[in-house]
């Protein structure tokens, strides 16, 4: 399948189907699909200590920029919602929940906009102090 045409299913489905139900769904895949590109990265970057200790120091200098630590943000952002989602899709399905869905929804939008504003306040000094 190409990508247009995976696009163009996911734009489908949102205009068909447009509730808080396919809005999670094309979240969760969004930040799945984030995350799983940086684990491949976070790998790559890891493996330089195979080149020795100044090629894997040259990496983290370049990780430690403030671009960088933006870019923890929205990892972090797409890690909590990714994992706050999957519970609540797991409750609803080994729970017998899933006429509840909105409701455990607003109940993890409620956690996420908490970790959301924690996270917020650990990183943005990291990202002034480069």
Not at 68 to 81: Q, V
Not at 86 to 100: C, E, K, P, V, W
Request: proline share 2%; net charge positive; glycine share 4%.
């Amino acid at each position: 399948m190409s990508f247009k045409r995976f696009a163009d299913k996911f734009i489908d489905e949102a205009r068909l189907n447009p509730n808080i139900g396919t809005l999670a769904y094309m979240l969760h895949r969004i930040t799945g699909i984030g995350l799983a590109i940086y684990l491949i990265l976070h790998t790559w970057i890891l493996s330089s200590v195979q080149h020795g200790s100044e090629a894997f120091s040259e990496q983290l200098v370049t990780v430690q920029s403030p671009l960088f630590h933006i870019l923890e943000l929205f990892l972090i952002i797409a890690l909590f919602f990714h994992m706050l989602n999957g519970l609540r899709i797991i409750i609803a399905d080994f729970f017998s929940a899933t006429r509840q869905h909105k409701l455990l929804f607003w109940i993890v939008a409620a956690l996420f906009v908490a970790l959301l504003a924690w996270s917020i306040a650990a990183v943005i000094p990291r990202v002034f102090s480069c």
